[in-house]
């Protein structure tokens, strides 16, 4: 499907009813249940699957990937957790909800606006009971005390329950973030009257890395297994009903706090190289565990699983051997491939085609639409804005050669600029005697970043740098003037080493793809309301 940007209305008309007729042989395929899981900071290059080079061991996602279906050409719509949490809770853009950039705060006013539903909502409307698990990083609001603190003895007035969730237990920040402490649909996981404030520093052989409020017993080790535990507690609360699970990891995001073990199989020192590495392969045991734990139940046959990330990889191993971005350029929070290009990889026994590999281009906040397909929903043109469903390729039924998207827009970090690949000036020389911090060379950086989007603030990049795919061409438009700076063919250049912006070859090309890149921008959709 392309967007609404690139079509007229009888185009459109014409698309939604190909789409029904697709969507009609699709109904004969069962309701299945849903598993999405969704790991931190894991790249393109992290798992064996992906990247025979690895040194991770990968053997329980390796599995999937063998006995269902692999994407090669997969995006998270942003490089950044925050933003593209949003996305795939709705399968909106970002900038459709509160903050162009995400929300980051956990008692800030919630990314989602009035009226827009999640997937949660969506499958609830499709008689799917909803659990979220893991991080968050969707905001929070909560009842406050006569002093105008924050009354942890109350529910949350806006959260999981409200956002379209049966069921929650969820970090707002991450394991990395204050309140450190689980909410369990929509209060706290233990004696709020014993909520503190915790300083930053160890902590029960787990780490604190910033002081905020918490439960004193907090150990950032024991969340994989939390949340491991706590959805199978979930998929044991009623049989009556198929099940939506949407996980999101603590793997691999610091603190690098692997377990010793989780549920008998060992974790840290399992990669022989570090505690990052650790904690990317505590994602493929929480994965194993859970496949385990459905097949002990009789249920993975009737589960539909989709392993993917949050944005890219960190490539800190590389030393060790170990390419987090499978030999991309950039990484993590970069508008260049390894910023945001992920493992995708789908199973569903007897219904996603075995050893498959797919290399249209996917955007990981597509899932919603596709769920709500695949649960039998219904289609909503007010909702899933910019995302179209992967259904009928899931299930084997469209292959390559027929593309179901051929644009897609992403944005890099605030404030990294496409050219912005090396660390900002840290500090100034005559302040720098003395090596800085690791915090200081932090508070640096984003400093530095922060001027850096501050030029973007009349341009209409919302200070970041944007990129619009369409087919094999990538387009990357800077932060300054939103204009484009970059233009590289992927088929020949995956690595985006040949910048072909100033080749007349490509003018129209590069004309068409503004021109497309302007109307996503400045549209109420992007996508067909139907499928």
Known sequence: MQTVSRRSLFALAALAATAATAWAADAR?????????????????????????????????????????????????????????????????????????????WNAEPQFLPGQKTVGHLLQEADYRTGLFGKLHFGGRFETTSDGRVDFSKPMTAGPIQWGFDNSYVLLGGHQAPPYMFFENNCVDGDPA???????????????????????????????????????????????????????????????TPPENLLGTPVKGASKMSAHTDMVYEVDVIVGKLVEGLEKRGLLKDTLIVVTSDNGGIPADRASGHDAVGGLRGSKSYIWEGGHRVPFVVYWKGHVPAGTVRNQLIGTHDIVPTFVELAGGKSDP?????????????????????PVRETLLIQSSPGRDAFTERDPEMLPAKKAAKKPT?????????????QIARKGANSGSDGMAHALREGPW?????????????????????????????????????????????????SKRSTPGSW
């Open 29 to 105: 395929a069962p309701r299945p249940n849903i598993l999405f899981v969704m790991a931190d900071d894991v790249g393109w290059g992290d798992f064996q699957c992906y990247n025979s080079q690895g040194k991770i061991p990968s053997p329980n996602i390796d599995r999937l990937a063998r006995d269902g279906m692999r994407f090669t050409d997969a995006h998270t719509p942003a490089a950044l957790c925050a933003p593209t949490r949003y996305t795939v809770a709705t399968g909106n853009y970002t900038w459709r909800g509160r903050m162009a950039g995400g929300t980051w705060g």
């Open 194 to 256: 014993a909520v503190t404030q915790l300083e930053a520093g160890p902590l029960n052989g787990g780490v604190v890395p910033t002081t905020g409020p918490g439960l004193p017993d907090w150990d950032s080790r024991k969340v994989g297994q939390s949340l491991v535990e706590k959805v199978l507690a979930f998929v044991d609360q009623d049989k009556s009903r198929p099940f939506y699970v949407h996980l999101s990891t603590d793997g691999a995001h610091g603190p690098y």
């Open 382 to 402: 007010q909702q899933m804005l910019d995302s179209v469903s992967f259904a009928s390729v899931f299930l084997g039924r469209r292959g390559d050669d027929r």
């Open 438 to 450: 690791g915090q200081q060379r932090q508070t640096a950086k984003n400093r530095a970043w922060n």
């Open 474 to 522: 990538k387009l990357v438009f800077d932060i300054e003037h939103d204009a484009p700076v970059a233009l590289y063919n992927l088929d020949d250049d995956l690595t985006e080493q040949t910048n072909l912006i100033a080749d007349a070859a490509q003018a129209e090309l590069l004309q068409r793809m503004t021109e497309c890149y302007r109307k996503i921008r400045g």
